[in-house]
């Protein structure tokens, strides 16, 4: 079945930059979204990127798709400890009605 | 702006209550969904809407119903709670078309003793 992972935790310094990875299996997942979730808080569309797109940037943020590897990655640039939350990637399917997929999210800790 | 509200952050009940969870969306969404998010295990799917008294079983339904009369409205109800019932509801909303991306609630934390 569909399954979409991700590292549990990654720590960096402030001023760095981070990179979070997810992998998924479901080929014909056709959009792929980054979310956002601080403490206590419910979940924040970062960013999502289409199956034909390699590469998206906004602002310090910057999504890279390998669609034969399965692998969705998301930078960011000079990191601040703003930034410090669980990161969820999510895939979709090429199919209206029906649920995203999400991983199990990665904890960012930024340190001063 | 998108909002999607929830109609309590936190609620504590006992044991074999009915326990109603609310979500109200103001953006003509017709795709509505109800998840939990328990630490380790990420989110997981209750049930999911796509129109009005339309739903569908996510992964993990039992023990969960839900309602939908109108557009705007989806509530997940726990008919007799338990104490592993006890999570972080999150409610989300997207319009019916492909790749539409989900937007939350902030979320409700559910205690059940």
């Known amino acids: 079945g569909e399954d979409v992972e991700q590292s549990l935790f990654l720590s960096v310094r402030e001023g760095d930059s981070s990179v979070i990875n997810c992998t998924y299996t479901?080929?014909?997942?056709?959009?792929l979204y980054w979310y956002k979730q601080e403490p206590g808080a419910g979940l924040q569309l970062l960013t999502y990127?289409?199956?034909?797109?390699d590469m998206k940037q906004d602002q310090r943020l910057t999504v890279l798709l390998n669609k034969k590897d399965k692998h969705l990655s998301l930078r960011i640039a000079d990191t601040q400890t703003g930034d410090s939350a669980i990161y969820f990637c999510?895939?979709?399917?090429?199919?209206?009605?029906?649920?995203?997929?999400f991983g199990k999210g990665t904890t960012l800790s930024v340190s001063s | 702006d998108v909002k999607v509200t929830q109609s309590s952050r936190y609620l504590v009940k006992r044991t074999g209550e009915k326990v109603f969870l609310e979500c109200v969306q103001d953006?003509?969404?017709?795709?509505m969904f109800w998840y939990r998010q328990d630490p380790g295990l990420g989110l997981r799917l209750i049930y999911f809407?796509?129109?009005?008294?339309?739903?569908e079983k996510g992964d993990i339904p039992e023990g969960y119903s839900v309602s939908r009369e109108k557009k705007e409205r989806f509530s997940l109800i726990l008919e007799s709670a338990s104490t592993n019932q006890t999570s972080m509801y999150l409610c989300?909303?997207?319009?019916?078309?492909?790749?539409?991306?989900?937007?939350f609630g902030d979320g409700t934390r559910l205690s059940i003793l």
């Open positions: 989300a909303s997207s319009f019916g078309g492909l790749g539409q991306p989900q937007h």
């Open positions: 479901d080929s014909s997942s056709t959009y």
């Open positions: 990127i289409f199956s034909n797109m």
């Open positions: 999510a895939e979709g399917q090429d199919q209206a009605g029906t649920a995203l997929i």
């Open positions: 953006m003509d969404h017709e795709n």
């Open positions: 809407s796509y129109d009005v008294k339309m739903k």
